[in-house]
């Protein structure tokens, strides 16, 4: 016979998300409601198991993600009507509570501050502690370079301290300094050798050193840069500089450039606000 398709769904919630939705608090009505148009067997949709299945785990994993970690199915059921060929959902959500953001726990640390691992989380006290917060917290911790491994959790084994739950974050920081040798060849400036340094804790305040030296037969340069940890704004403020000499078939042109700056890493966007000196002086080989 034809295949049964869904007549009609009744998807309702309790806990938290339902006493906090009826008193119109937005949070909750806007997770209320997107996670009812998300839902993906809707009426009119064809039946089987697997996609009943499939849509009650995809609406679970978002209700969690939403912040409320805990959350269960406290009853479903898919009513057949066999003459029609027509199913009835019914679907009841237990939210449990709301895991609000309350202390960063962070272990692992040796050498660099508790405050700049606090400053990369973009969330303020109180907010809900969403899966994507997380992600992009575990993220900024993995861009900023100081740390080797990282993982970001949220604490639920206590659900009555969910109003203000603690944040797990356990580190393995990177070496404090860093040297990378290289040598080379390049059609325009011939043989080179280099040297990489970076030093994640300059005389022991929050910033980040990075220094290359490069040594070759037509080529000789180095390239600094002094950076701060990212703040409670998430900028870094800058200093760096840059010395080349290069030697061409005709002159020798030996430049300096200086820069001051300010920069931030939004995830999406970066930017970069700077001053800029810059200089160079050329000389010309006559007799050739």
Avoid: C
Avoid at 60 to 86: F, K
Avoid at 169 to 198: K, M
Avoid at 217 to 235: C, F, M, N, V
């Amino acid at each position: 016979g034809p295949r049964a398709r869904v007549s009609r769904l009744t998807f309702e919630f309790e806990g938290d998300l339902e006493r906090t939705a009826a008193e119109d608090e937005p949070y909750s009505v806007k997770v209320r409601d997107d996670l009812r148009a998300a839902w993906a067997l809707g009426p009119g949709r064809e039946f089987s198991n697997a996609a009943w299945s499939e849509a009650k785990s995809q609406a679970l994993a978002r209700l969690q993600a939403a912040g409320y970690a805990n959350a269960t199915w406290s009853g479903t059921a898919a009513q057949i009507d066999r003459e029609q060929n027509e199913v009835r959902l019914f679907i009841v959500a237990d939210s449990g509570p709301l895991y609000r953001l309350g202390n960063v726990v962070i272990d692992g640390l040796v050498a660099q501050d508790a405050e700049t691992v606090r400053n990369l989380l973009s969330a303020r006290k109180g907010a809900p502690v969403t899966e994507p917060m997380l992600l992009d917290f575990q993220e900024r911790l993995q861009k900023v370079g100081l740390y080797a491994s990282i993982n970001v959790t949220l604490d639920t084994s206590d659900p009555s301290a969910a109003a203000n739950a603690n944040v797990l974050v356990r580190l393995r920081e990177a070496a404090l300094q860093d040297y990378t040798f290289g040598i080379g060849v390049s059609a325009n400036t011939g043989a080179r050798a280099s040297v990489t340094h970076v030093y994640r804790r300059v005389l022991g305040h929050p910033a980040t050193a990075r220094n290359k030296a490069e040594l070759g037969e037509k080529r000789q340069a180095w390239e600094g840069e002094i950076s701060t940890h990212p703040g409670p704004d998430l900028y870094r403020n800058l200093i760096g500089g840059t010395v080349e000499w290069l030697k061409g078939d005709a002159d020798v042109v030996l430049s300096q450039r200086v820069r001051l700056g300010r920069t931030v890493d939004l995830g999406r966007i970066e930017r970069l606000y700077f001053i800029e000196a810059e200089r160079a002086k050329r000389e010309t080989d006559v007799a050739t």
